[in-house]
């Protein structure tokens, strides 16, 4: 049975008992309200339908995620060793020093979100990538958690084997090995390293706590709190850390220099083993997709390479009005998007089809030579889906699903809807538990 067909055996199963799955539902949003499934300290809105993936769509997910590494680590090395490529990505002279450092270990983005707007027949189109900072584990983890319990889960799996995707412990398995590339130390004291007071602290605590579980010294730092030991090493009260899962998204890192002069020191003294790179800001910034198109990327990239950015990559240029035709993205405002090309979680993200022509103009205008990129807008595939808080019970929502990825390798997927062009949290975005339907 195929993905389309598992949604709609659990949409009629809801409505053979509308009345009662709506209790279970109200009950479900009490759960939510109590957990851990925070966004900003806020409980995550959600549906009361989850994702179903079978193992076709895993399979799929595999795939891309290993293509995609392989297009990702060619041009990681096109970056290292070509100066002229590198000028194309315009970071500064103090970032590409940092993305040129030396690590111990084989990933350049050891950890990543791919996020794709992804069909029912298998047909995709990628959105962004995150490979700095990627986040939403614990939101996943927490909604698949409490449905389980649900009267609607319960029911289902008397049909349906269905579990939720692991993303905890792989990932504490994943660093280790990681660390354990070109380190004998079996009891390595780990750092989860972000400003605290601007993160989701459930997420960080849940890490923490699988890494202490195991006997590890794991503690969640801030990085204006790490000094730089005489020996090379960072240092946190006197504490030697052998391992920092970064966190700290390289745009903050940037911004905040000044005052975490210790912890970049230690970056580049190479003793504390960084996990991830600062590397991983090459594919994490949205340049990445107008870079891919090009013909210097396309060039050193296999046949089934080229044609898998010609099929999937959206097309994408600078926002750069004087080498753009303004009055033809104006008229066909619906058919694009402007992105910044290094913010997260949606900030500054505009669709034409949101704008009458004059406001789309303006913004056009507004952001023009100001780290923008205009890319094809793709309308993202929707789902029927089951809304009691709608007009109507069933709606339509679309789609965007994102693969994590951890050493390279398919973990796990979050998943999420919203009714508007773009869809995420600050735009009133849903966020589904999410399961692998297993044969």
């Known amino acids: 049975m195929n993905r389309e067909e598992i949604d709609k055996k659990y949409r009629d199963m809801i409505k053979e008992n509308i009345d009662d799955y709506k209790k279970d539902y109200l009950d479900m949003k009490k759960m939510v309200k109590k957990s851990d499934a925070t966004y900003k300290g806020e409980p995550v809105p959600f549906l009361y339908m989850p994702k179903f993936y079978t193992d076709e769509d895993v399979n799929n997910f595999k795939d891309i995620t290993t293509t995609m590494s392989d297009i990702f680590k060619k041009v990681i090395n096109k970056f290292i060793n070509d100066e002229n490529y590198r000028n194309k990505f315009g970071f500064s002279d103090w970032l590409n020093e940092l993305i040129l450092l030396p690590t111990n270990y084989e990933s350049p983005f ?23 900072g990627s986040s939403a584990m614990n939101e996943e983890r927490e909604l698949s958690r409490i449905f389980l319990e649900t ?19 792989s990932w504490a398995d994943e660093l280790l090995n990681i660390y354990s590339e070109n380190h004998d130390n079996k009891s390595p004291n780990i750092a989860i390293v972000d400003f605290v007071n601007k993160s989701s602290m ?16 794991c503690e969640i730092i801030s990085p204006d709190e790490i000094e730089l030991g005489e020996d090379g090493f960072l240092y946190f009260e006197s504490k030697r850390i052998d391992i920092v899962y970064r966190r700290l998204v390289t745009k903050d890192l940037v911004d905040n220099k000044e005052n975490i002069k210790d912890f970049i020191e230690g970056i580049k003294m190479g003793k504390t083993e960084i996990v991830g790179p600062i590397k991983s800001q090459i594919p994490h910034n949205k340049i990445v997709f107008k870079i891919l198109q090009e013909e210097d990327t396309l060039e050193f990239l296999n046949e089934e ?13 600078e926002l750069l009005l004087d080498n753009l035709d303004i009055n033809e993205i104006i008229k066909n405002k619906d058919e694009y998007i402007i992105k910044p090309m290094d913010l997260y979680a949606s900030k500054g993200v505009h669709a034409g089809e949101e704008y009458t022509l004059d406001e789309w103009e303006i913004l056009l205008k507004e952001n023009d030579n100001n780290n923008y990129l205009l ?9 029927l889906m089951i809304d ?13 699903t994102g693969l994590y990825v951890y050493n390279e390798k398919f973990y796990g997927v979050y998943s999420r809807v919203g009714k508007k062009a773009i869809i995420s949290g600050i735009h009133d975005g849903y966020t589904l538990p999410t399961f692998h339907v297993r044969r």
């Open 375 to 383: 890319q094809e807008y793709f309308n993202p595939p929707e789902t």
């Open 388 to 400: 009691y808080d709608g007009e109507e019970l069933e709606r339509k929502f679309k789609n965007i």
């Open 202 to 217: 459930d997420e960080f605590v849940e890490f923490r706590n699988r890494f202490r579980k195991r006997g590890l010294w």
């Open 110 to 132: 050891p950890i990543a979100r791919f996020d794709i707007f992804y069909n029912y027949d298998g047909n995709f189109k990628f959105c962004e990538i995150n490979t700095d």
């Open 305 to 317: 390479e080229r044609e898998f950015i010609k099929k999937h990559i959206p097309y994408t240029k």
């Open 151 to 169: 009267k609607a889960a319960k029911e289902f799996k008397k049909e349906f084997n269905f579990k939720p995707f692991e993303l905890f412990e």
